[in-house]
């Protein structure tokens, strides 16, 4: 099916009425369509077809037949790498149109979703370097016998996907699990199912072998839920709520699935006063309000040393209140709305208990003026925030961040590790003595000492703690999508001790 078949218009409204399995674009039998709300405006922009349990068993054959044949038999590891670097430039050449598609679907500036369709390219490329590079090991259990590991692709994973960054975080498990040649369902989120099914277009212009690339859209607890249960997954990649993620391993473990979560955080981003204030500034307000605060990494608490925290708290405030908040589709527009009704209420909610607690408001808080539909909030600071409020332990996935003062390096790193999440921590110092005491004192999966956003294709990136399981990205995230199987080969011309002889 080319594009445009896939696009056709009932009441005016785009609808991709067909799904990826096996290769083919299906009509799911349920016949649902998912509607899809433009956050800038409120309205329905697109629908989508809800894979049911039909669909989930039928992209689950596909994926194990696909395990069954060329991919897993005959293709080497070089050629895996080659499907995976075709994948990447189809991704670049049709950039634009997909970030269109995922800017009205998520509500992100274009000049963001761009930038992370050009990203999840990279990421595709690295995984397809890292194919061939994926090896066991030979062991010297004995010098008269060969014992050497495989790894092995796991099998069939599915990929359940949050919202927030719909491809991004569909590369980051796309590029690992066909790299260690696995076959993979995509279960994008409901709120954005759209680019998604762009990947399984994708994936079918790359030839890539039926069923190796699966694509259900559809609900979390129906189409997520089968997945996760389903006998025949052998690994389910998920990024989202870590709720979501209990769940998930409630429903794996009965077929103990391997499991990898990414869920979330609740940042430190520590500046001591001798640290680059400005640059502390500029990158602490790009780490708190990109993505209108809906990323998992954002750096949400933001932590000052005390002779300089009402300088930095009134400077952040003001250019917090300087943030041009608007439509994604709008060259101008710095930051979009939120991405569904659901979470800018979850955000209102947040603003109205960090007033409750006493915390001081010293920017936006409200709807911004001028936009009287679609999501939007301002971005927010509260200053003077306790650590132990739920402003400053729950994530909140908005643009509002919480600010507090600390007096001296045991105490940032108390307050900083004062969380039931550790995804990201940064700290701001001059001092490197300081900079790795703190780096090593915090627990997160990634510490930035002096910068923000070091997310990088070639760095392990996870959480501690209930920010996750596992790790993505880096060579090391390919063996996440493997199994080893360790070999042992006798060599030796000894007979074997006959322990029954007598
Ligand atoms: P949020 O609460 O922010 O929407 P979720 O963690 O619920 O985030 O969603 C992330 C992904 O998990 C989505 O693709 C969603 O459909 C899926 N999901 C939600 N509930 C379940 C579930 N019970 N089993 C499997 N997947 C689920």
Redesign the pocket.
């Known amino acids: 099916m080319n594009n445009e078949e896939m696009r056709l218009p009932i009441e005016g409204v785009q609808t991709f009425e067909k799904v990826f399995i096996g290769g083919e674009w299906i009509a799911p039998r349920g016949g649902r369509l998912i509607e899809s709300i433009d956050p800038a405006t409120e309205e329905v922009w697109t629908r989508v077809a809800e894979s049911g349990l039909e669909e989930v068993d039928l992209a689950v054959a596909a994926a194990r037949q696909a395990m069954q044949g060329p991919w897993a038999r005959y293709f080497t590891a070089s050629q895996r790498g080659e499907y995976l670097r075709r994948f990447a430039l189809l991704l670049r050449r049709d950039a634009e149109r997909i970030a269109h598609l995922e800017s009205r679907d998520n509500g992100k500036p274009l000049h963001d979703t761009e930038g992370e369709i050009s990203k999840a390219a990279d990421w595709l490329d690295f995984f397809a370097g890292g194919a061939d590079k994926l090896n066991g090991s030979q062991i010297p259990v004995r010098p008269d016998a060969l014992a050497f590991t495989r790894r092995e692709p796991i099998g069939v994973v599915a990929a ?4 927030n960054s719909p491809i991004m975080m569909a590369a980051w498990k796309l590029g690992p699990a066909l790299a260690a040649g696995n076959a993979i369902i995509l ?4 709120q954005t199912p759209v680019s998604a099914l762009q990947l399984g277009r994708l994936a079918q212009e790359a030839g890539l072998p039926p069923g190796v690339v699966n694509v259900l859209p559809g ?3 129906v189409a ?2 089968a ?2 249960t389903h006998p025949g997954v052998n690994k389910v990649a ?1 990024t ?2 870590w709720r ?1 993620a209990q ?2 391993m409630q ?1 794996a473990s009965g077929s103990l699935k391997r499991c990898t979560f990414e869920c979330g955080g609740k940042s430190p981003f520590i500046v001591f006063e001798d640290a680059d204030l400005d640059k502390a500034l500029v990158v602490g307000l790009n780490s708190a309000f990109r993505s209108t605060g809906q990323s998992c990494s954002i750096a949400s608490r933001i932590f000052v040393q005390r002779p300089i925290y009402e300088r930095f708290a009134s400077a952040f405030a003001e250019r917090a209140k300087a943030i041009r908040v608007g439509n994604p589709l709008d060259a101008h527009t710095h930051i979009g709305p939120q991405t569904s009704a659901d979470q800018l209420a979850k955000t209102q909610r947040y603003i109205g208990l960090g007033l409750e607690s006493g915390a001081r408001l010293i920017a936006g808080g409200g709807r911004p003026p001028g936009l009287d539909r679609g999501y939007f909030v301002e971005p927010t600071v509260f200053a003077d925030v306790r650590n132990d409020s739920c402003l400053a332990q729950e994530e909140v ?1 908005g643009p509002v961040i919480a600010m507090l003062p600390f007096d001296d390096e045991a105490e940032a790193v108390s307050l900083a590790n004062d969380s039931n999440y550790g995804l990201v921590a940064a700290v701001w110092t001059q001092d490197i003595k300081r900079a790795h005491r703190v780096a090593a004192a915090v627990e997160a999966g990634l510490v930035c000492v002096n910068t923000y956003g070091a997310t990088h294709w070639m760095l392990p990136y996870g959480g501690f703690k209930l920010s996750g399981i596992g790790r993505e990205n880096s060579l090391e995230s390919l063996l996440e999508y493997t199994e080893v199987k360790s070999v042992f080969v006798d060599l030796s011309d000894q007979r074997p001790a006959d322990r029954f002889a007598d």
């Open positions: 359940i996907l949050p919202w279960k994008p989120a409901e609900y979390g607890p997520g839920a997945l996760t998920f989202g709520d979501t769940k998930i429903a996935f």
